[in-house]
């Protein structure tokens, strides 16, 4: 009797770590459980889609093509990115399987599914948020509120995540609150620039305000 509970109970075990993998596999969407290290730096756009192939590929979610939902700001005649344009058509759902957004409208609409309940890393884990500690809510986005980029000159994108020390970048709220109840303190992809006294693009200067380094990423396919 008491085998066969056990094997039963092993049967169940198999059976649930089967039914994440099997989730996690069709997840399309992520915040990262980590970022680069380098603050801001993320080696350009292609650095910091690397790094969402990386982690998706070892959470085994394979066979996609991942991006970083990260603009670009217009400089030296290169023109600007849009992070909405670089991250396919939708839906995309996170690692449990939630979908989040059914298209790219609906993302950057009153009505998508993104809270700190569905906002989750690559492992189907919990971003801590405010009131967690430490608090690592900011995400990395250099973005406007619809997911087009900045106009040139104000730097929003830490020199087109380039920079580790001087400049600022565009953070979201993965879960979704804020100092106050205003639009930008609720805001998933335009909050507030980064700042700190090593410049506002440093690993340091990132987490003083309540962020790691982190991205979202999405599946374009």
Not at 36 to 57: F, I, N, S, V, W
Not at 95 to 114: E, Q
């Amino acid at each position: 009797m008491i085998a066969a509970t056990a094997a039963a109970a092993i049967a169940m075990g198999f059976a649930a770590t089967g039914s994440a993998v099997a989730q996690q596999a069709g997840m399309t969407f992520f915040v990262t459980s980590q970022g680069p290290g380098k603050g801001a730096d993320l080696g350009g756009l292609e650095g910091a889609d690397r790094h969402c192939q990386t982690l998706a590929q070892a959470a085994g979610a394979t066979g996609k093509t991942w991006r970083a939902y990260l603009s670009t700001q217009a400089v030296d005649g290169a023109p600007a990115v849009n992070a909405r344009d670089r991250i396919g058509r939708g839906p995309w759902q996170n690692a449990k399987g939630t979908v989040i957004a059914k298209d790219v409208d609906d993302l950057h609409g009153a009505a998508n599914n993104l809270t700190k309940q569905t906002a989750l890393n690559e492992k189907g884990e919990v971003i801590n948020g405010r009131g967690d500690t430490p608090n690592r809510h900011d995400v990395l986005t250099g973005s406007q509120p619809d997911g087009r980029a900045f106009p040139p000159g104000e730097d929003r994108t830490c020199r087109n995540w380039t920079s580790s020390t001087t400049g600022a970048a565009m953070v979201g709220h993965s879960d979704r609150t804020g100092l106050d109840e205003s639009a930008p303190a609720k805001s998933w992809n335009s909050s507030h620039p980064s700042r700190g006294p090593g410049g506002g693009c440093t690993q340091a200067d990132l987490k003083s305000t309540g962020g790691d380094g982190l991205l979202y990423c999405f599946a374009t396919n």
